[in-house]
């Protein structure tokens, strides 16, 4: 089975704080996704990698940044919190982009930025 | 843009057979997703659809009408396990590289 992971399930910050978030998958994958996911919005898509050391920008970047060193692991960077990225934040990893390349996500960290 | 619709939320008892709709609007489509997503859960896979047609996966069946920017997920024999949120996802090229754009949800209640 395929297994996401996320470092944290709650996260509680202060504003101006830089938060790490992480993102590990077992299975190889090359695409990694974060997207926060806010009520009657649904899930957005902020950054995407298709490969280490690649990324590219969603539908909400703004505040964030991400990184990709090694295949496996892909970070979410909020370089200073603000109370507007108080959200739930969910990781995805899929084996391609093509055909029917579901993407299988982790738990979720639940941020909280006071 | 893009854009994709379902409504937000639907109730149908166990036992029943409820449809839940989805339209979008893109010029890049390049397949449709459906997912369940329980309360404090991440979301898991059901189904795909890249051409028109429905795909059978036992109690769940997904519809897709290109044409039509229309998409249905179909769930039979309810059971109370299938009170969850159900998002209707769209793989989209328009920028040129492949983004999954994610409806808002439909919340389904599954009553006895």
């Known amino acids: 089975d395929v297994k996401v992971t996320q470092s944290s399930r709650y996260l509680v910050k202060r504003t101006g704080e830089k938060v790490f978030l992480e993102c590990v998958q077992d299975?190889?994958?090359?695409?990694m996704f974060w997207y926060r996911q806010d009520p009657g919005l649904g899930l957005r898509l902020i950054y995407f990698?298709?490969?280490?050391?690649?990324?590219e920008k969603g539908d909400i970047p703004e505040g964030y940044s991400v990184s990709r060193e090694k295949k496996e692991r892909f970070s979410l960077i909020l370089e200073s919190a603000s109370t507007n990225q108080t959200s739930m934040y969910l990781c995805?990893?899929?084996?391609?982009?093509?055909?029917?390349?579901?993407?299988?996500f982790g738990p979720g960290t639940r941020l909280t930025v006071t | 843009g893009q854009n994709i619709d379902q409504p937000t939320e639907m109730t149908a008892t166990e036992g029943a057979i409820v449809q839940i709709n989805c339209t979008y609007q893109?010029?890049?489509?390049?397949?449709l997703f459906w997912y369940q997503q329980h309360a404090g859960e991440a979301p898991t896979f059901l189904s795909y659809?890249?051409?028109?047609g429905l795909e059978e996966k036992g109690r769940f069946s997904s519809f897709l009408s290109r044409s039509k920017g229309y998409s249905y997920l179909l769930l039979k024999e309810l059971q109370m396990k299938d009170s969850a949120s159900y998002l209707c996802?769209?793989?989209?090229?328009?920028?040129?590289?492949?983004?999954?754009?994610f409806g808002t949800g439909t919340r389904l209640k599954v009553l006895a």
């Open positions: 299975m190889d994958h090359e695409n």
């Open positions: 995805a990893s899929s084996l391609g982009t093509g055909a029917s390349y579901e993407q299988y």
């Open positions: 659809n890249v051409l028109d």
């Open positions: 990698s298709y490969d280490v050391k690649m990324k």
């Open positions: 996802a769209v793989r989209d090229t328009t920028s040129g590289t492949y983004k999954y754009i």
């Open positions: 893109t010029s890049g489509f390049n397949g």
